[in-house]
């Protein structure tokens, strides 16, 4: 195991406080992955809603696990059910 991987924290045992009403914890640091992508899971009270942003460097994919989740990414808004996939391309505004 090389020192980098050491220094990188357990994941998904420390659950963040995100936006009003959400959690979130860090699945796959992306320390662990050479900056290529991280995996972070996010839990949403009914109602919850991050302040619109967008990101200059990545995009962002959601996978809905449970329950709905309605996400405006640009001009477009999905309802997205269990299951659904929705991806945000980088510079695109979202609030998620």
């Known amino acids: 195991m090389s020192t980098t991987e050491q220094s990188i924290p357990a994941q998904g045992d420390i659950w963040l406080k995100g936006a009003e009403g959400e959690r979130q914890t860090i699945r796959v640091d992306g320390r662990a992955t050479g ?48 299951g659904a996939r929705i991806s945000a391309p980088r510079n695109a505004r979202h609030p998620c």
């Open 35 to 82: 900056g290529v992508y991280a995996i972070i899971e996010s839990v949403a009270e009914p109602g919850c809603a991050v302040p619109t942003h967008l990101h200059r460097n990545e995009d962002e994919h959601f996978l809905v696990i449970s329950g709905r989740y309605r996400i405006a990414i640009g001009d477009k808004l999905f309802d997205a059910a269990p």
